[in-house]
């Protein structure tokens, strides 16, 4: 009885009735012509553009790419759907202009591309949205296929629901915009949730900052994001650690002379962002912030008159805060200039979030 169950579990995930799907992977193939032809319309597509395409599968998409791109490289994981594309474009027009890379698109190089077209592997929202605006040269639009949530968390503004450090990281790199909202019943198998197709196009240049310093900044104001600034940065936790990142800093510039390029900005610095960034999980900000206000009832003590640097750090942190107006603000609510603005006044005062 078990082993009829499998089977008939298995044959459910069949490609019309041969290539098994494997959910595991992420592996959902969209099915829907009509909403293959508007993603394809929606990327604007040049004749003259070389397409990325992540996670082809059997080719949908990749079909329609190939009609109106220079050509196509597609990078798929399963060995299985690399055979199945081959077997499906070998002998066509077509077969001349897709190059296919089988592998890991989180560790292969990738080439040169103009656009990227892709219905991705959910799980691999994050870091491969960051590896994507690390890329260079930098292409000029990718249109990618989130899950809702987390395309609605890319395009949030601040003061919604959904705003949060993922948000600001990836605005502060790309325009990013919705598309159009994709029912699950357009995939085969149907996955438990709705998905959202999203178009990003990488801002030129990047701002001139420290995407670490910048990381360490948003990540200290999300994780209480509905705290005033002024409470953070009065918390002995908060302040210990700016005290630490002070010492190490002096450290550093005492043996080798240290000089922050903050003019200078490199793709292994963006990709900075894309390994912070995995450490939220979709959902979770509010349960996270509810944990660390129960933690911070005794760090969130009032430093005044104790002496020491927690205590200047303290001062200078609050000075910096009055001075750009950001004491009674929330993180929430604050656009991207805010955070630069925020962090170049904290850096000005001798202050380091790295």
């Not at 080719?59 to 220079?70: H, I, P, R």
């Not at 000089?259 to 996270?288: F, H, P, R, Y």
């Not at 009055?322 to 993180?331: H, L, S, W, Y």
């Not at 630069?340 to 850096?347: K, R, T």
Request: glycine fraction near 6%; proline fraction near 5%.
């Amino acid at each position: 009885m078990a082993g009829g169950k499998i089977q008939q579990k298995r044959h459910q995930h069949r490609w019309g009735g041969g290539l098994p799907f494997e959910k595991s992977k992420g592996q959902h193939i969209l099915k829907n012509p009509m909403l293959v032809e508007t993603i394809v319309h929606k990327s604007g597509i040049k004749p003259t553009d070389v397409v990325l395409e992540i996670g082809p599968g059997t080719g949908n998409l990749t079909k329609k790419l190939l009609e109106v791109a220079k050509s196509v490289v597609a990078v798929e994981l399963d060995p299985r759907m690399v055979l199945e594309l081959n077997r499906r474009f070998q002998g066509t027009p077509h077969s001349g202009r897709l190059k296919l890379i089988e592998g890991d698109v989180l560790k292969c190089e990738l080439p040169y591309f103009d656009i990227c077209v892709a219905n991705i592997p959910y799980r691999i929202s994050s870091p491969l949205t960051f590896k994507l605006l690390a890329h260079r040269p930098a292409f000029r639009c990718a249109v990618i296929m989130f899950q809702r949530e987390f395309a609605m968390r890319l395009v949030a503004n601040p003061g919604d629901a959904l705003y949060c450090r993922l948000s600001v990281n990836t605005q502060l790199l790309a325009r990013v915009s919705h598309l159009l909202k994709v029912g699950r019943n357009n995939f085969r198998p149907p996955p438990k949730v709705d998905s959202a197709v999203v178009r990003i196009e990488p801002r030129r240049p990047l701002p001139p900052v420290s995407f670490k310093e910048w990381d360490g900044l948003v990540r200290l104001c999300f994780n209480r994001k509905n705290k005033t600034l002024g409470s953070i940065f009065r918390q002995k936790n908060v302040l210990s650690l700016l005290e630490k990142n002070y010492k190490t800093l002096q450290a550093l510039q005492a043996t080798q002379k240290v000089q922050m390029e903050e003019d200078k900005v490199s793709s292994d610095d963006v990709t900075v962002l894309a390994e912070m960034i995995e450490e939220l999980s979709m959902g979770d900000d509010d349960e996270k912030e509810a944990e660390e206000e129960e933690m911070e009832v005794e760090e969130d003590v009032d430093l005044v008159g104790e002496g020491g640097e927690s205590s200047s750090f303290k001062d200078q942190a609050l000075r910096a805060l009055k001075q750009g107006d950001f004491a009674e603000k929330r993180a929430a609510k604050l656009t991207q200039v805010d955070f630069l603005y925020l962090l170049s006044l904290f850096n000005g005062a001798g202050i380091h979030f790295s």
